[in-house]
């Protein structure tokens, strides 16, 4: 991550370098533990730099369609999507990442059949089931309108509710749980 930065943000590495070289201390209760993974969860930085860090990785894939946002990656076409993978994993190790399979899907037509035994390994999702929630980015194009459609109906609920709140407490809201980040997100 530092080099990343060295190499494609010059001007922020002086911060960088103060800020992440050493192992932080994370205190929980009478414990105290060092941690030497890089930035932690909720460090405002944190996706700038994974970001930026494995952009490279990213542009050098071979699919059709190559999407990242943070630590979700999109890849297409099932053959080039497994020598993708198995390459994102052997290129993280050395940049000291590692994929979660836990974590991983294909989202594929129920027909489809995979023959990779990795891409079996992820959990399958058909695309019809594809829709967009809090954990996950990607979602099918087909899914879109839907999500935009549970979006709006959220944000109804939330404008009835909010109206139960002092003006200063529902704007809060609004502007940091139900609008911005919501749009942003899809």
Same mark, same amino acid.
């Given at each position: ?36 993974? #890089?930035?932690?969860? #909720? ?24 999407? #990242? ?22 290129? #993280? ?94």
């Amino acid at each position: 991550m530092l080099n990343a930065v060295y190499d494609r943000l010059p001007d922020l590495y002086p911060y960088c370098i103060s800020a992440y070289s050493q192992p932080s201390v994370l205190f929980y209760g009478s414990f105290i533990l060092m941690s030497n993974e #890089g930035p932690q969860q #909720g460090d405002p930085l944190a996706p700038l730099l994974f970001s930026n860090t494995v952009q490279p990785l990213l542009l050098s894939r071979q699919t059709g369609l190559v999407l #990242g946002f943070l630590d979700d990656f999109s890849l297409d076409h099932q053959n080039q999507v497994a020598r993708d993978v198995q390459q994102i994993i052997e290129v #993280g190790v050395r940049m000291g990442l590692s994929l979660n399979v836990s974590k991983c899907e294909v989202i594929a037509d129920p027909a489809t059949t995979i023959t990779d035994p990795l891409l079996q390994s992820f959990e399958r999702i058909a695309t019809q089931d594809a829709i967009l929630v809090h954990r996950y980015f990607w979602v099918q194009i087909l899914s879109l309108d839907n999500a935009w459609a549970e979006r709006c109906a959220d944000f109804s609920r939330a404008v009835n509710r909010l109206s139960l709140l002092s003006s200063q407490e529902a704007l809060c809201l609004l502007r940091a749980s139900f609008s911005v980040l919501r749009v942003q997100h899809l």
